[in-house]
């Protein structure tokens, strides 16, 4: 069964940290990235990795959030640092650019709340 699957949310203050984690399964994928929804917004990108290292950021998130990945257990993470009531959502994982598995794959998601 190819699946993502997060882990790692909760309530942190303002300016703490948190670690997300996605564990997938069931095929390679050539791309994982982090995608957020807020309450009222539309989903949308925060960091992604893909073949080679290369690596892609919201601006919102720069310098303060780090994407990065261990293929030999196929999971992605995400070191969130700084953090802000604007950080606030439900972060999802996303899998995609499996040779034997098209399309994507997303996790249920994982909720961050940032709040004093």
């Known amino acids: 069964q190819v699946q993502a699957v997060e882990s790692g949310g909760g309530l942190v203050q303002p300016g703490g940290s948190l670690r997300l984690s996605c564990a997938a399964s069931?095929?390679?994928?050539?791309?994982m990235g982090w995608y957020r929804q807020a309450p009222g917004k539309e989903r949308e990108l925060v960091a992604a990795?893909?073949?080679?290292?290369?690596?892609n950021y919201a601006d919102s998130v720069k310098g303060r959030f780090t994407i990065s990945r261990d293929t030999a257990v196929n999971s992605v993470y995400l070191q969130m640092n700084s953090l802000k009531p604007e950080d606030t959502a439900v972060y999802y994982c996303?899998?995609?650019?499996?040779?034997?598995?098209?399309?994507?794959?997303w996790g249920q998601g994982t909720q961050v709340t940032v709040s004093s």
């Open positions: 069931g095929s390679i994928f050539s791309f």
């Open positions: 990795t893909a073949s080679g290292g290369r690596t």
């Open positions: 996303k899998a995609a650019g499996s040779y034997y598995y098209p399309g994507d794959y």
